[in-house]
C-alpha cells in the first residue's frame, strides 16, 4: 500500500506482511483479500478493532 485508507496519507511504515502503520492518524492497517482492516493501537501495544461507521475503506 502506498497510502492510509483513513486519511490517505503517505506517511506510512511497513510493520510486517501486508501490516502498516500510520503516522499521521497513529492507526494499523492490513490489506488482504477481503479488503482492509484496521487496527487503534493502545498504551500497551495491543490492537483494537478501529470501525468508525461512516469511513468507507478501499484498495488499490
Known amino acids: 500500500m502506498s497510502y492510509c485508507p483513513i ?6 511504515g ?3 506482511t ?12 492490513c ?4 479488503g482492509v482492516q ?3 493501537v493502545e498504551e500497551d501495544g495491543s490492537l483494537v478493532d478501529y470501525s468508525p ?3 468507507e475503506l478501499t484498495v488499490e
Open 18 to 29: 501486508n501490516q502498516y502503520y500510520c503516522w499521521d492518524c497513529f492507526l494499523e492497517f
Open 38 to 40: 484496521v487496527y487503534e
Open 53 to 55: 461507521e461512516a469511513v
Open 14 to 16: 511497513k510493520v510486517g
Open 7 to 12: 486519511c490517505h496519507g503517505k506517511a506510512i
Open 31 to 34: 490489506s488482504n483479500s477481503n
